[in-house]
C-alpha cells in the first residue's frame, strides 16, 4: 500500500458539501484505506494499492463531482514525492512568515514542465525554480501588501488553468507528517 495525498483544487470550507467529512466520505466510498485529513482546504490522506496516479486521480475527481459536485480538480502525490520534495530543502535557512511565504504549486500528473521559467519583474515574488520529481514550482511571496495577488500566480493560472494547485510549505510539511504517522 502507499500513502498519497490527493491536493484538491477549489475547496471551500465554509461550502457545506466542502468539509472534511464529506469529503473523506467519498474516499472512504471508493475504498480507499487509512484516509485522513489534513486542514479544512482539500488535502485529504489515503493508502491505496494502486500506483496509476493519473488513473487514481480521475477515479477521484469523478467521484467528488458525482457524490458533492465538487469540480475544482484532483492532484496526487504520494508521501515518498513529497518526503523528497522536503528532504531537497528548496528553502534554506528561510522560514514561513509575512515577509517569506513560502509556497508551492503542483502540476496535475501528465502536465508538461515548464521550458523557461517566467522572468521575475515581479517585486513581490521570488521563484526559486522547479522541482521535476514533485512536478512542483517553489516560490517566496513577499504577503506583507495585503490582497495584492502576485503577477507569477497569474502566470501560473493563466499558463497551467485548473492542472495546478497551490500550498504553503507549513502545509506540504504538515501532510508528510500526518502520511508519515498513517504509515
Do not use: C
Not at 16 to 35: A, T
Not at 130 to 159: V, Y
Request: charged share 25%; no cysteine; hydrophobic share 40%.
Amino acid at each position: 500500500m502507499t500513502g498519497y495525498a490527493a491536493l484538491l483544487r477549489g475547496i471551500a470550507p465554509s461550502l457545506p458539501n466542502n468539509s472534511n467529512d464529506k469529503l473523506r466520505g467519498v474516499f472512504e466510498q471508493l475504498g480507499f484505506e487509512k484516509v485522513a485529513s489534513v486542514l479544512a482546504s482539500g488535502n485529504i490522506l489515503f493508502h491505496s494499492a494502486e500506483t496509476d496516479v493519473p488513473a487514481l486521480e480521475q477515479r477521484i475527481q469523478d467521484a467528488l463531482v458525482a457524490e458533492l459536485g465538487i469540480g475544482g480538480g484532483t492532484i496526487i502525490r504520494s508521501r515518498q514525492e513529497l518526503r523528497k520534495l522536503l528532504d531537497s530543502d528548496p528553502f534554506p535557512g528561510l522560514t514561513h512568515g509575512r515577509g517569506t511565504y513560502l509556497t508551492a504549486t503542483f502540476l496535475k500528473d501528465g502536465t508538461s514542465a515548464p521550458k523557461k521559467l517566467p522572468e521575475q519583474p515581479d517585486p513581490l515574488v521570488e521563484v526559486v525554480g522547479f522541482d521535476k520529481p514533485a512536478r512542483a514550482f517553489l516560490w517566496i511571496i513577499d504577503n506583507s501588501e495585503a490582497g495584492k495577488t502576485p503577477d507569477f500566480m497569474a502566470w501560473l493560472d493563466k499558463t497551467y488553468g485548473k492542472n495546478i494547485t497551490t500550498r504553503t510549505w507549513l502545509t506540504v510539511q504538515r501532510i508528510v507528517k500526518k502520511l508519515e504517522s498513517l504509515e
